[in-house]
């Protein structure tokens, strides 16, 4: 068995906050709803890969860590135990963008949607409803 650090991806539950409260942003592709994230390059911190994601993911370039540089891991999951990690930041832009990635020449994701809690661990599996909920606390 490799003794290998496991494949990490970095991510970013981003929050808008509205009249209603606190929205988070949630990305669909295909039937599967998550928050951007993508997979930690060699030598990037995993804080710099969940920037760069949410930026290449939905073009959001104004993220505030107001609740600081906390995270979350999920347990290991696919066939190669990979763990995602997600920081929590906020945003007051409200209009989001899919861009086009070039190496797949499309966006990566199908939809957006700006969700109350209720709604997004409604949507998401249960991996990402457990990182929901600790944002949730996180955030107060």
């Not at 988070?24 to 804080?47: A, F, I, N």
Request: charged share 35%.
């Amino acid at each position: 068995m490799s003794t290998e650090n496991p494949k990490i991806s970095a991510g970013v539950v981003v929050l808008r906050k509205t009249d209603e409260g606190w929205r988070v942003l949630l990305l669909r592709v295909y039937s599967y709803w998550d928050c951007p994230k993508g997979v930690v390059e060699p030598g990037e911190e995993p804080l710099t890969t969940a920037r760069r994601e949410v930026r290449e993911e939905t073009a959001l370039d104004d993220l505030e860590f107001a609740w600081g540089e906390s995270f979350t891991e999920t347990e290991p999951y696919g066939r190669d135990g990979k763990r995602a990690r997600y920081y929590v930041a906020r945003t007051d832009t409200e209009g989001v963008s899919l861009p086009v990635n070039l190496e797949l020449g499309r966006a990566e994701h199908h939809e957006w949607r700006w969700c109350d809690w209720k709604t997004a661990e409604q949507l998401v599996n249960d991996r990402l409803r457990k990182v929901l909920r600790w944002a949730h606390d996180l955030i107060g």
